[in-house]
Structure formats: C-alpha cells, structure tokens
DNA sequence: CTTTGTGCAAACGGTTTGCAACCTA
DNA sequence: TAGGTTGCAAACCGTTTGCACAAAG
C-alpha cells in the first residue's frame, strides 16, 4: 500500500510540476506532460498527484474552481488572481526592505503560514484547531493590465 | 439585470440561511427550504444563493469540496473541520479571557479577517494584492469524539 | 512472478443552464 | 403586461474509478 515503484510518467509528472512557476491545475499538468508522453492519460496524472501529494512531495492547492498542484511541499504563502484564477508564490518578505517590519505581523506572516498549529486559538467553539491557511488574492500582472471590464474566467 | 423581485423562495432561502449557525452546502441548504417549500428545485436555491451574494446578503465560502454558505456576509473567520467538512464562524477573539493578549497577532487577527487589504503585501510578484482569507481547520466537537481512525468524510 | 501502475472509458457529484410556464411589480 | 423567477431535466466539467493489460522490483 505503500511501495511506490518509480514509473516514467511518475517521474515525468514531478519532473514537469517543479519545472513551472505558477501552480497549474491538473490538466494543465497533463498537457505540459502529455509533450514528453504523448499517451499519457488524464487519470495517471491524478493518479500520480494524489500520490506525490500523500508523499510530501507536492501540495494541492484547492480553492475556488479546478484543484491546483504545486511541486514545492514546504509552508510558503500564494497569491489567486481574482480574475483568471492563476496562483503563483507570494515573494519572500525579506526581499521587501522596506520598514514595514515594525509590527510582528510581518515576520508572523512569513513563519506561520500554512499548519501553524495556533495554541492561542486553541479549542475556539469546542474545534480542536489543528491550523490556519492563508491565501492572498488580487490581480495578476496579466490581468492588471487588461483590467477594468471583460468577463471573468480565462486561463 | 439587476432589478430584483421579493419571491417566497428567495426570502425562505435567506431565512433559512440564517436560522442555521454552521454554514451550510447548496444541498443541506436545499433541505431545510424544502421543508417550507416541498416544491423548491436545487436549481432555484443556486440561482438565489448567487444573487443573494452578489446583493452583499450572504457570502460563498469555497475551500476543498462543496461550496458552503454563510448568512452574515460581514468578515469573521471560519473554522473548517478537516474530517466532516463542516464550517463555523470562529468565537471573537475578545471571548478569550486568557492573557495571550500581548502579541499583535490577536487584535490583528480580529480586525483584518477577510478582505484586509494588506498595504504592506501591496504589489508582490507583480500581484496587485486585494486581500487575504484566512481559514482555520481543525476537529469539530463531534469528531473530536469519535476521533482516532474511522473512515474520512461525512456530514 | 507478484504487485503496483497505466490507458481507456464510463461513472460520479456538484453546479450550471435552456426552456416554457409562472408570478411579481 | 413585461421581465425577472421557477421547476424540470439535461448538460457540464473536474475528478474518480473499474477493468484488463503493461511493467517495475
């Protein structure tokens, strides 16, 4: 149940996940991937990302809309356009030098994003708290340029 | 487009929505209106839970699985049970008498729920940032009990 | 040789939508 | 009466699953 065998398109699917930049949803994971392996199939790229998932070595972003993966399993915070639905990382704090890092908001931000287990909040309405999420959105660089009107949803 | 009309299944739909203090999917939702309403479609109760959020009266909590709706519309965080899926408002801060109150985090956490629009995150990776969610998760009270293994997923 | 993984296609489940009748303002 | 609203059922779409075959260890 769990000896997982190093298949092609296992290690093609990781391979492709940590290439990309933003989080692609799963298919198009299986696109990128369908050009190395043309006869892969939607359901083994699933497959494959449930599996990386339950290993550690992925995460699944879920949200509004299709499921997003990214190939980088350790805590870090994302930003959702509002308007396409694309996630990309949120940059470091540290890369911004600006003097903002007065309040303990800022480096509490960066250290506890994703599974903090937040003893202060603990057993709030009778829920044993295990953890919080915390996801930024906006306007991508794409979509603010368009900006103003057209239609929600695009790629 | 954007003249609404005062229709018994909307007013029963909003009702029921706030009668309820767990927030409910489209489905349970449907339910409880059908008690009231023996002839209501789930259609017509999607139809109205997107006007009545689109009219500011109530707000569309997605997150892993089935949308859940919230009758309040005005920011306070949630409290997601990772077995069952079900959402709670989480308690005010302020009903916390212990004195954790020293960090920032606390007022913080209390003022800028959902929708906070963070200056200090203001432009990241190009983002034109809008805000962030925050989402606890955790064990309801019920789960707590039966805890240990058991299979996922109920209601 | 055993067991996990794959491709295919069908099934699933939540949500949306087209349409004709209906009802509110 | 006009145009938003409803019930019904079919369509949608992302994701999951059953099956027989392929391939890893």
Redesign the pocket.
Known sequence: ?D????????SVILDELRKVTCHP???TLYELVRRR?P??????V???L??LVALGLAQKIEGQ???RYDGCAEAHLHVRCVKCGRVDDLPEVNAHPEGAATSSWNQRRHSAPLEEPSQDANDCGGYQILGCRVEYFGLCPRCRGEATHTTLEES
Do not use: D, F, I, K
Request: proline content about 0%; glycine content about 8%; cysteine-free.
């Open positions: 149940m000896n997982h065998r190093t298949t092609r398109q296992r949803t799963a298919t392996l006869s892969v199939s939607l359901g083994t699933y497959r494959n449930e599996v809309g299709q499921a």
